[in-house]
């Protein structure tokens, strides 16, 4: 079984002077699960090499058991800095994809055309993909059938609430819930903070930083022929 990791490869966080990136626990909780299982993951990013990592994902609020494995695990560490271009990669040689998120896929990969080909390639295959926390913005310029991806699909991601709450709603070049909404998605949420994911047939999509490990785990199940 194999599974395509796709990362931002933008570190800038608008105008602000700040850094931003990928959220390590959303990276490393579903990372761990799939190799736990024996998965063959292979990482990308738009640019190729080290993807940024969010400075505010490595604070001690936001450690969990799986990044504290990450900051020990120099193999995987390794790994991460040697991504593949996406423009390297191809839908025909995966069984899934998953996108960890971060505020940096809103800038970059939200309209990457290397991204979208992939996911509208691993749909057109009928092969699943997931997204978490921002991530879900990967789907937003994705189209089939001349319609967007995600147009009448149960989809969640970072509420509005959840951006507020950060204080960036003044930052971010949009709103992810308000995106997914107006693309036709059918979003819905659970509480602020907590686990919480979207099943809709081969589209996974999980809330905030919590929900990635669970995303992970029901892409598994997906692959593995379970409903």
């Not at 995106?179 to 979003?187: D, H």
Request: hydrophobic share 40%; charged share 25%; net charge negative.
């Amino acid at each position: 079984m194999k599974i395509l990791m796709v990362l931002t490869s933008h570190d800038k966080l608008g105008d602000t002077g700040h850094k931003t990136g990928f959220w390590v626990e959303e990276f490393a909780a579903p990372y761990y699960v799939f190799a736990e299982q024996g998965v063959d993951i292979t990482l990308a990013s738009p640019a190729g090499g080290q993807p940024p990592i969010d400075p505010n994902s490595e604070g001690d609020d936001a450690q969990t058991e799986a990044t504290r494995r990450f900051y020990k695990d120099d193999a995987l560490r390794e790994k991460l800095a040697h991504t593949k271009r996406l423009s390297e990669v191809s839908a025909d040689e995966f069984d899934a994809v998953f996108y960890p998120g971060g505020h940096g896929p809103l800038w970059d990969l939200v309209d990457d055309k290397d991204s979208i080909r992939l996911l509208e390639s691993f749909w057109e295959q009928g092969k699943a993909v997931a997204a978490v926390c921002h991530a879900p913005a990967v789907l937003l310029n994705a189209t089939l059938a001349g319609k967007p991806l995600v147009s009448g699909r149960a989809v969640a991601g970072f509420t509005n609430s959840e951006e507020e709450a950060v204080e960036l709603t003044k930052i971010v070049p949009f709103l992810l819930e308000d995106e997914l909404k107006a693309k036709g998605g059918r979003y819905e949420s659970g509480p602020d903070w907590e686990p919480f994911i979207l099943q809709d047939g081969l589209l996974i999509t999980g809330q905030n930083p919590a929900s990635s490990e669970p995303a992970a785990k029901a892409l598994l199940q997906v692959l593995h022929g379970k409903p």
